[in-house]
T-cell receptor, first 111, second 111 residues
């Protein structure tokens, strides 16, 4: 199974700080996604990204969130001013021809 | 907005076949049935998917009823490492289509 790499694996940040979560994509995969999972809750879709632009986003993905591929390789999720309720596991995913592959996640803790 | 119904939890005996049911009575003609699992807050892992024919791979078998309103994921010889939350999801294959996770079925394999 192709591997999707996310960094960091765990990040602790103070409320109000900016965080950037990174994902190294699988080559030749064109569709990228971010999901999050608050502890004990279900996996929630945040945003999908295709051809260097957002193709769909959920209600959760407000103005505090942004995504980009700054260097054509890494895929990043930025949270501008973190809130306590942003604490969650954040998963990056890549869509292949038939199935999606997920990274192991970044555990974000906002204190 | 999950379109499937699964039991919230089930136990199965190590070494025995585990049969995981899923109802998807409103599935559309072009939607596939996908199965993913999540082991202890790791990233979701693809298992198998199918349209209408039964499918088998190295991980599991997928049995879809003729009317496509329900399906069963079969783990032929459950091991302790199969303990996970299993998600049944319906979606169009490939392309820019996000996965809509429900609460899934917490499967515990008992020694």
């Amino acid at each position: 199974e192709p591997e999707v790499t996310q960094t960091p694996s765990h990040q602790v940040t103070q409320m109000g700080q900016e965080v950037i979560l990174r994902c190294v994509p699988i080559s030749n995969h064109l569709y990228f996604y971010w999901y999050r999972q608050i502890l004990g809750q279900k996996v929630e879709f945040l945003v999908s990204f295709y051809n260097n632009e957002i193709s769909e986003k959920s209600e959760i993905f407000d103005d505090q969130f942004s995504v980009e591929r700054p260097d054509g390789s890494n895929f990043t999720l930025k949270i501008r001013s973190t809130k306590l309720e942003d604490s969650a596991m954040y998963f990056c995913a890549m869509q292949g021809p038939t199935e999606a592959f997920f990274g192991q996640g970044t555990r974000l803790t906002v204190v | 907005d999950a379109k499937t119904t699964q039991p919230p939890s089930m136990d199965c005996a190590e070494g025995r076949a585990a049969n995981l049911p899923c109802n998807h009575s409103t599935i559309s003609g072009n939607e596939y049935v996908y199965w993913y699992r999540q082991i202890h807050s790791q990233g979701p892992q693809y298992i198998i998917h199918g349209l209408k024919n039964n499918e088998t791979n190295e991980m599991a078998s997928l049995i879809i009823t003729e009317d496509r309103k329900s399906s069963t994921l079969i783990l032929p010889h459950a091991t302790l490492r199969d303990t996970a939350v299993y998600y049944c999801i319906v979606r169009v294959e490939g392309g820019n289509n996000r996965l809509a996770f429900g609460k899934g079925n917490q499967v515990v394999v008992i020694p």
